[in-house]
């Protein structure tokens, strides 16, 4: 065997760790398995993706698909409306970042699959449940950098034996923005632009009305506005039921 051809096989037995490390933390009411991509086979162009790009000893680019797989774990949850799908997916990237060495895997980002898996040299693997595909993973190794030895199985903190309950309480160690609202208010473009230092705007609530709690932009919870150690806090006094927030 050749130093290319070498290099092509350590490169396959890379990305397939990594592609692995990712299954097995994406939070799917089923386990998943890995295969790689048949010819003419993939997502589809409009296919919703999360992205990361990670620098590092091996600097590559992360893509995945795998709403249809979390949806019913995140709905089992009890966390559908609360948890986007970058969120729920960032143990996994972050699992399959792992396996590539030392390095700082970016912001996960929502793009379009045609733009994420649409190179040639991206490594595409399906990610199946009793041969059904219910998700993609996607995995762009940069050039001129040597390939390192994949990470030993395991390493990326959950082994192959890993449940389907361990996925998905992965779930509740996602962390998410939380964000308090006392009011809102609605300006012409021009009174926006021409806003300047001292300027008040008048909100749409009475002072002493309860704050909003907001998850990725969904109502959760009101309570009233405290000060804890000189830094503002939230004592809450009504949790809001999903099927009221979603109205």
């Known amino acids: 065997m050749n130093t290319a051809d070498a290099q092509a096989a350590e490169a396959a037995e890379l990305v397939r760790a990594a592609a692995e490390a990712l299954a097995r933390l994406v939070p799917s009411d089923v386990p998943l398995v890995v295969t790689p991509c048949e010819p003419g086979t993939g997502p589809g162009a409009d296919e919703v993706a999360v992205t990361a790009s990670l620098v590092g000893t091996r600097s590559a680019d992360l ?107 992965l779930l509740y160690d ?27 705007i008048e909100l749409d609530r009475v002072a002493g009305s309860p704050a909003d709690l907001m998850v990725n932009g969904r109502l959760i919870a009101r309570g009233e506005v405290v000060v804890i150690d000189e830094d503002y806090g939230l004592r809450i006094t009504e949790i809001v039921d999903l099927a009221e927030a979603s109205a």
Do not use: C, Y
């Not at 986007?84 to 699992?95: H, K, Y």
């Not at 996602?174 to 300027?199: C, D, F, H, Y």
């Open 63 to 169: 893509a995945v698909i795998a709403k249809t797989a979390i949806e019913e774990a995140l709905s089992g949850a009890g966390a559908g409306a609360l948890v986007s799908v970058a969120d729920a997916l960032r143990p996994a990237l972050e699992a399959a970042a792992s396996t590539l060495g030392e390095g700082v895997l970016g912001e996960a980002q929502i793009r379009d699959a045609g733009t994420a898996f649409g190179a040639q040299d991206v490594h595409v693997f399906a990610l199946e449940a009793a041969g059904v595909v219910r998700g993609w993973f996607g995995l762009r190794l940069r050039a001129d950098q040597d390939v390192v030895p994949a990470a030993p199985a395991g390493a990326s903190g959950a082994g192959k034996g890993a449940s389907v309950g361990d996925n998905l309480r």
């Open 174 to 200: 996602v962390e998410m923005t939380l964000s308090a609202e006392i009011g809102r208010a609605k300006l012409p473009v021009r009174q926006v632009l021409e806003l300047v230092p001292g300027a008040v």
